[in-house]
Nanobody
Framework: QVQLVESGGGLVQAGGSLRLSCAVS????????LAWYRQAPGNQRELVAV???????NYADSVKGRFTISRDNAWNTLYLQMNSLKPEDTAVYFC??????????WGQGTQVTVSS
């Protein structure tokens, strides 16, 4: 059974930094990609950053140059380093995995709040 567990969220002032982690357990680690999404109140869930199985990355325009997605060597943990945070980055951040064959999994989310 695949499980994704996020951690590292919290309250930070504008301009500050946070590092989110997502522990990936179970499954065979045969991903198409891993990703971070976020959802602010009243908004749809949006893609923040993607890390493919070949280690290519892609970012939403709103976070380019400020956020960095990465992983550990064993694909056990996915990270999102968030710098120069803005109040509009406030949201629940979700870890997402898509495996070969199309199975997808979500974490439970971690709250990030950026105060002005």
């Amino acid at each position: 059974q695949v499980q994704l567990v996020e951690s590292g969220g919290g309250l930070v002032q504008a301009g500050g930094s946070l590092r989110l982690s997502c522990a990936v357990s179970g499954g065979d680690k045969k991903f198409n990609f891993l990703a971070w999404y976020r959802q602010a109140p009243g908004n749809q869930r949006e893609l923040v950053a993607v890390l493919t199985a070949s280690d290519h990355t892609n970012y939403a325009d709103s976070v380019k140059g400020r956020f960095t997605i990465s992983r550990d060597n064993a694909w056990n943990t996915l990270y999102l380093q968030m710098n120069s945070l803005k109040p509009e980055d406030t949201a629940v951040y979700f870890c997402h995995a898509e495996y070969y064959g199309g199975n997808i999994y979500w974490g439970q989310g971690t709250q990030v709040t950026v105060s002005s």
